[in-house]
Nanobody, 114 residues
């Protein structure tokens, strides 16, 4: 059974930091490109960051220089370190795995507000 379980979301003040984690199981983690997406109310889901099987990274324009994606194959986990958070970063953040199949996590809420 495939599982992607996100954690680490919450309420943070503007300028603050959070680290999201996505623990996976049920598929060969090292074979999959991993991504973080987000969806704000009334908006389409957008890609935040991608890390390939070889750990190359790509970031959305809105988060470049502020967010860092990483992966730990020993723990089958992908992370998203978020710094200098802005109110416009408020969204549900989803973990995604892509290769032979496409898998999604259930999402974790991030709210940036004073």
């Amino acid at each position: 059974q495939v599982q992607l379980v996100e954690s680490g979301g919450g309420l943070v003040q503007p300028g603050g930091s959070l680290r999201l984690s996505c623990v996976t199981s049920g598929f060969t983690f090292s074979s999959y490109a991993m991504s973080w997406y987000r969806q704000a109310p009334g908006k389409e889901r957008e890609v935040v960051a991608i890390i390939t099987q070889g750990s190359r990274t790509v970031y959305g324009d809105a988060v470049k220089g502020r967010f860092t994606i990483s992966r730990d194959s020993a723990k089958n986990t992908v992370y998203l370190q978020m710094s200098s958070l802005k109110p416009e970063d408020t969204a549900v953040y989803y973990c995604h795995a892509a290769f032979a199949q496409s898998y999604w996590g259930q999402g974790t809420q991030v709210t940036v507000s004073s």
